[in-house]
């Protein structure tokens, strides 16, 4: 905002705030003290947006390892302005205690969850989103493989003088490729991004401006607000999606003004 950059920054940027602790739990070189500076990142960075930021995946993570359905459900609905439905009362969970079902692949997991008729319909809309960020673990460091607790996986029951090192078992490797909805298909976190502000930057941009609006007027927005969201959305497009402008646009609008 101070610096009038475009909104989609959030989505996706070439640069980020940091301090020393937090530079190096990025594995980045930055800040040498506790203040927080800008950082500009290398092209090969895998970070940049709010969806590289250890905060946003820590929120929606299990504490133990990432969770793509918390993900996923986070970017439906603060980013595209799509929540998911609540689910049912008795909807099954993904066996978390059961070890069989841990060893398997995240992606096999969700497959099977999928297959439960109660879970279907929202998760095939959902885990898609999700599966992108399984290169962060839980805090937000980049990964390369899931770990499994010992004694699970495929391998589990081979002797470790016959493994390999450096070299992880089928069932441990981050599995990041996705279908979204619409049949795009995506390959890790970058591409997500990409897909974001290519494909879906009108509703990104709309469901920025609702929130805003919601906040601006300490009320959720009704149907007869939707023609103010247009309005603004127009305007915000013009600013080149600069947030300060939408800020003054809202205080301008008639809810605001007589709410």
């Given at each position: 905002m101070?610096?009038?950059?475009?909104?989609?920054?959030?989505?996706?940027?070439?640069?980020?705030?940091?301090?020393?602790?937090?530079?190096?739990?990025?594995?980045l070189?930055?800040?040498?003290?506790?203040?927080?500076?800008?950082?500009?990142?290398?092209?090969?960075?895998?970070?940049?947006?709010?969806?590289?930021?250890?905060?946003?995946?820590?929120?929606?993570?299990?504490?133990?390892?990432?969770?793509?359905?918390?993900?996923?459900?986070?970017?439906?609905?603060?980013?595209?302005?799509?929540?998911?439905?609540?689910?049912?009362?008795?909807?099954?969970g993904?066996?978390?205690?059961?070890?069989?079902?841990?060893?398997?692949?995240?992606?096999?997991?969700l497959?099977?969850?999928?297959?439960?008729?109660?879970?279907?319909?929202?998760?095939?809309?959902?885990?898609?989103?999700?599966?992108?960020?399984?290169?962060?673990?839980?805090?937000?460091?980049?990964?390369?493989?899931?770990?499994?607790?010992?004694?699970?996986?495929?391998?589990?029951?081979?002797?470790?003088?016959?493994?390999?090192?450096?070299?992880?078992?089928?069932?441990?490797?981050?599995?990041?490729?996705?279908?979204?909805?619409?049949?795009?298909?995506?390959?890790?976190?970058?591409?997500?991004?990409t897909?974001?502000?290519?494909?879906?930057?009108?509703?990104?941009?709309?469901?920025?401006?609702?929130?805003?609006?919601?906040?601006?007027?300490?009320?959720?927005?009704?149907?007869?607000?939707?023609?103010?969201?247009?309005k603004?959305?127009?305007?915000?497009?013009?600013?080149?999606?600069?947030?300060?402008?939408?800020?003054?646009?809202?205080?301008?609008?008639?809810?605001?003004?007589?709410?």
């Amino acid at each position: 905002m101070h610096k009038d950059l475009s909104a989609l920054k959030l989505i996706d940027s070439d640069f980020t705030m940091l301090n020393r602790p937090l530079a190096k739990h990025y594995g980045l070189v930055g800040p040498r003290g506790q203040r927080f500076e800008r950082v500009a990142f290398s092209p090969d960075s895998n970070r940049g947006g709010l969806l590289g930021q250890a905060s946003i995946l820590l929120r929606n993570s299990n504490g133990e390892d990432s969770h793509p359905i918390y993900r996923g459900a986070w970017i439906k609905d603060r980013l595209l302005g799509d929540p998911p439905a609540s689910p049912p009362p008795d909807v099954p969970g993904l066996e978390d205690d059961n070890p069989e079902f841990k060893a398997l692949s995240l992606k096999r997991q969700l497959e099977l969850h999928r297959k439960k008729e109660s879970c279907n319909s929202c998760h095939r809309d959902i885990d898609p989103w999700g599966i992108p960020l399984e290169s962060f673990d839980a805090v937000g460091v980049w990964r390369s493989q899931r770990r499994m607790p010992i004694g699970q996986g495929p391998n589990a029951r081979k002797k470790r003088s016959k493994r390999v090192k450096g070299v992880p078992t089928e069932s441990s490797l981050v599995e990041v490729n996705s279908t979204l909805p619409g049949g795009y298909e995506i390959k890790g976190f970058t591409e997500l991004k990409t897909h974001l502000l290519t494909h879906e930057r009108d509703r990104f941009v709309r469901a920025f401006v609702s929130r805003l609006l919601a906040y601006a007027l300490g009320r959720s927005l009704e149907l007869t607000d939707q023609s103010t969201v247009d309005k603004l959305v127009k305007t915000f497009a013009k600013s080149d999606y600069q947030i300060d402008e939408l800020i003054v646009g809202i205080t301008k609008s008639d809810p605001f003004r007589t709410k």
